[in-house]
């Protein structure tokens, strides 16, 4: 079982950036893939990134690479979102999912387990 907390959310200008932390909690963390993903007001929530047990393998969507870089710390079961010149159609509540699984997956029903998700705005 994992319980993940995610933080670090926000108001930013465009431009400008953000960083979002997930503190997991649960022994499993260190093996398993973690994933950031976001949903809009009215839109489906969609993949951002996903990250390998190891930190190893990273993935993005191609609306975000180059600008996010994800990010774990198993020493304090932790991962993270690093997010650069953010753009409006940036806005949304991220969330962080861990799979029980070593492998990083775009596949949001992959995942067992789901933070509260934390609100980004990025204004204009």
């Known amino acids: 079982q994992v319980q993940l907390v995610e933080s670090g959310g926000g108001l930013v200008q465009a431009g400008g950036s953000l960083g979002l932390s997930c503190a997991a909690s649960g022994r499993t963390f260190s093996s398993a893939a973690m994933g950031w993903f976001r949903q809009a007001p009215g839109k489906e929530r969609e993949f951002v990134a996903t990250i390998s047990w190891s930190g190893g393998s990273t993935y993005y969507a191609d609306s975000v690479k180059g600008r996010f870089t994800i990010s774990r710390d198993n020493t304090k079961n932790t991962a993270y979102l690093q997010m650069n010149s953010l753009k409006p159609e940036d806005t949304a509540v991220y969330y962080c999912?861990?799979?029980?699984?070593?492998?990083?997956?775009?596949?949001?029903?992959?995942?067992?387990?789901w933070g509260q998700g934390t609100q980004v705005t990025v204004s204009s």
């Open positions: 999912a861990a799979r029980a699984s070593r492998t990083p997956s775009a596949i949001l029903y992959e995942y067992a387990y």
